[in-house]
Structures are given as C-alpha cells and as structure tokens.
T-cell receptor
Framework: KQEVTQIPAALSVPEGENLVLNCSFT??????LQWFRQDPGKGLTSLLL?????REQTSGRLNASLDKSSGRSTLYIAASQPGDSATYLC????????????FGQGTILTVHP | SQTIHQWPATLVQPVGSPLSLECTVE??????LYWYRQAAGRGLQLLFY??????ISSEVPQNLSASRPQDRQFILSSKKLLLSDSGFYLC??????????FGSGTRLTVV
C-alpha cells in the first residue's frame, strides 16, 4: 500500500525566504506526482505535475523535483510572499494511467509580511 | 478547456436525512471521476471512483453511495446521514494522461 509523507507538517517564515517542502513515498512504481495548493475552506489547485519519466517541472517561482528511485519529491518556492500562505499537498498516482491518487497530510505554510 | 462543477458549496443537514451531491465535468469525454472526503484534521480519503458510466468502485465501507448516470456526471448520495458523514467533499476528474483536477468542494455539516 502506497504511503505518502510530507515534512515539515507546518512552516512559518518571513517574506522573501526561499523554501523547500519535502514529500516521500513508499512505492516507487508511480505514474506521476502532483503538487497541490489548498486555501482554507477551498478546493485543491494543481501547481505542478511531474510524470514518472521526468526529473523536474517549473512554473514561475515554483520548482518541483522528482527522484522516483528514492521515493522523494521536493517543492521549491523562491522569494516567498504572504500570498503563498496555504496548505501544500503532495500526491502520487498509482502505476497506471488510471491509477488512484494517494495524498500526503500536507504542509501548512505561513509567510509573514 | 475542461472545467469541473460541484454543488452545493455548503450544506447543513439533520441526522437521518438524505444526501445528494452532484459533480459535472465539461470539455472532456470518458473522464475518470472521483469522490474524496477531507475530515477536519485529517487527510484526503478516496471514497469512490468511476472509469465509465455505471462503473463505480468503493474504497471504504460506509454510509454513502455513488452513481454515474451520464459520462460526465458523478453523484454522491446517502439515504440517512450520520454525524460522522460531516466533512469537506471533493469531486475530481482525470484523463488517460495528465493530473487530477478538483472541484471547489462541498462543506457538509450533519447536525
């Protein structure tokens, strides 16, 4: 059974810092890995999708890497802003195109002005 | 472009009452559809998924059921709600490639 762990559980930083959020998974036979953002009381917004054959994806100030063999992914946020405050969720999709998504518990990020 | 609609946004229902949450997807055909629940202080739990019309798989035994009467419509139901059914319900879709797209969620409070 796939298990996904995110570290740290919570992070509070001043504005402008560069951040690294960590995600690990127990079964390396994944189809892809997706990072989401969730604001309080809202649905999930997809940030980055990394296919199993890829090593990283970038979107603006966000960069996600994937090391499938070691079961790890990191989300790098450059020059953090108060608007980045949210819960960040890592999720892995099972080893087929129709595989199910398994989520980590999330990292609660607070960026202070 | 593809969009996913989920309603209602919030719902307060008494114990023992029925439930019907609806989710529709536009701009794609034959999507995989999913219902997740997010309870307070807990992670996202997959409840049901569907790979086609009338095909429903349940992940956990519970008081809920799901149906897919049309290709792009997914419904979550209950005949009699329990207090433990309270939570944030999210519908999602995915295609053969690419990631998941989630709806905006329904906050259900059973009183």
């Amino acid at each position: 059974k796939q298990e996904v762990t995110q570290i740290p559980a919570a992070l509070s930083v001043p504005e402008g810092e560069n951040l690294v959020l960590n995600c690990s998974f127990t079964d390396s036979a994944i189809y892809n890995l997706q990072w989401f953002r969730q604001d309080p009381g809202k649905g999930l917004t997809s940030l980055l999708l990394i296919q199993s054959s890829q090593r990283e994806q970038t979107s603006g100030r966000l960069n996600a890497s994937l090391d499938k063999s070691s079961g790890r992914s990191t989300l790098y946020i450059a020059a953090s802003q108060p608007g980045d405050s949210a819960t960040y969720l890592c999720a892995v999709k099972g080893g087929t195109s129709y595989g199910k998504l398994t989520f980590g518990q999330g990292t609660i990020l607070t960026v202070h002005p | 472009s593809q969009t996913i609609h989920q309603w209602p946004a919030t719902l307060v229902q008494p114990v023992g009452s029925p439930l019907s949450l609806e989710c529709t997807v536009e701009g794609t055909s034959n999507p995989n559809l999913y219902w997740y629940r997010q309870a307070a202080g807990r992670g996202l739990q997959l409840l049901f998924y569907s790979v086609g019309i009338g095909q429903i798989s349940s992940e956990v035994p519970q008081n809920l059921s799901a149906s897919r009467p049309q290709d792009r419509q997914f419904i979550l139901s209950s005949k009699k709600l329990l207090l433990s059914d309270s939570g944030f319900y999210l519908c999602a879709w995915s295609g053969a490639v690419g990631g998941y797209t989630f709806g905006s969620g329904t906050r259900l409070t059973v009183v």
